[in-house]
T-cell receptor, first 115, second 115 residues
Framework: DTGVSQNPRHKITKRGQNVTFRCDPI?????LYWYRQTLGQGPEFLTY????????KSRLLSDRFSAERPKGSFSTLEIQRTEQGDSAMYLC?????????????FGPGTRLTVL | AQSVTQPDIHITVSEGASLELRCNYS??????LFWYVQSPGQGLQLLLK??????LVQGIKGFEAEFKRSQSSFNLRKPSVHWSDAAEYFC?????????????FGAGTRLAVHP
């Protein structure tokens, strides 16, 4: 069990550019979550996948954001036309359905800075 | 609406002193409750969780938490704090929907430990 991994760990981009983050969940976990954490706040839910199906999206996820989980393994989160307000830590978590009340295990996060 | 309140933004304790971090939640049904810890620039590590049964739960690193339904609280405690416990602590409630948990976090409590 290698834990949840996320890449890159840090991303600095200019406003208007597109960025993509990757999350690799714990190998046997079929559920995957994305959260966003701004400075001084707790994480906020963005979206949820069960296997490859995206089953819920928060209203925080504007149409500039898209997430995928092809084949139910790794997931990507893309932000198009980045804005300074997108600067945050993006956290990925995974869990196994039916185990331990859906306990989520988090990755180290990707810190995005939009200049 | 579901919510989590952590009334203390910052707490400072001396090494070896006892610790209690407060957490109050608002949730219509029996809650799934979690405490996570976050070191600077890192992801979230699960300390402990409550689903049902014994209202006093033990976690890693010597932490424990007590679920009190009448007070809608899930306070985190440690009898003797170590310098390495300095971090940010987040309480979360699992807002169950369709069988999965969408975590709702408090704003966090930052713990500083004096030698």
């Amino acid at each position: 069990d290698t834990g949840v991994s996320q890449n890159p760990r840090h991303k600095i981009t200019k406003r208007g550019q597109n960025v993509t983050f990757r999350c690799d969940p714990i190998s046997e976990h079929n559920r995957l979550y994305w959260y966003r954490q701004t400075l001084g706040q707790g994480p906020e839910f963005l979206t949820y996948f069960q296997n490859e199906a995206q089953l819920e999206k928060s209203r925080l996820l504007s149409d500039r954001f898209s997430a995928e989980r092809p084949k139910g393994s790794f997931s990507t989160l893309e932000i198009q036309r980045t804005e300074q307000g997108d600067s945050a830590m993006y956290l990925c978590a995974s869990s196994l359905a039916g185990q331990g009340g859906d306990t989520q295990y988090f990755g180290p996060g990707t810190r995005l800075t939009v200049l | 609406a579901q919510s989590v309140t952590q009334p203390d933004i910052h707490i400072t304790v001396s090494e070896g002193a006892s610790l209690e971090l407060r957490c109050n939640y608002s949730y219509g049904a029996t809650p799934y409750l979690f405490w996570y810890v976050q070191s600077p620039g890192q992801g979230l590590q699960l300390l402990l969780k409550y689903f049902s049964g014994d209202t006093l739960v033990q976690g890693i690193k010597g932490f424990e938490a007590e679920f009190k339904r009448s007070q809608s609280s899930f306070n985190l405690r440690k009898p003797s704090v170590h310098w390495s416990d300095a971090a940010e602590y987040f309480c979360a409630v699992g807002a169950r929907s369709g069988g999965y948990n969408k975590l709702i976090f408090g704003a966090g409590t930052r713990l500083a430990v004096h030698p």
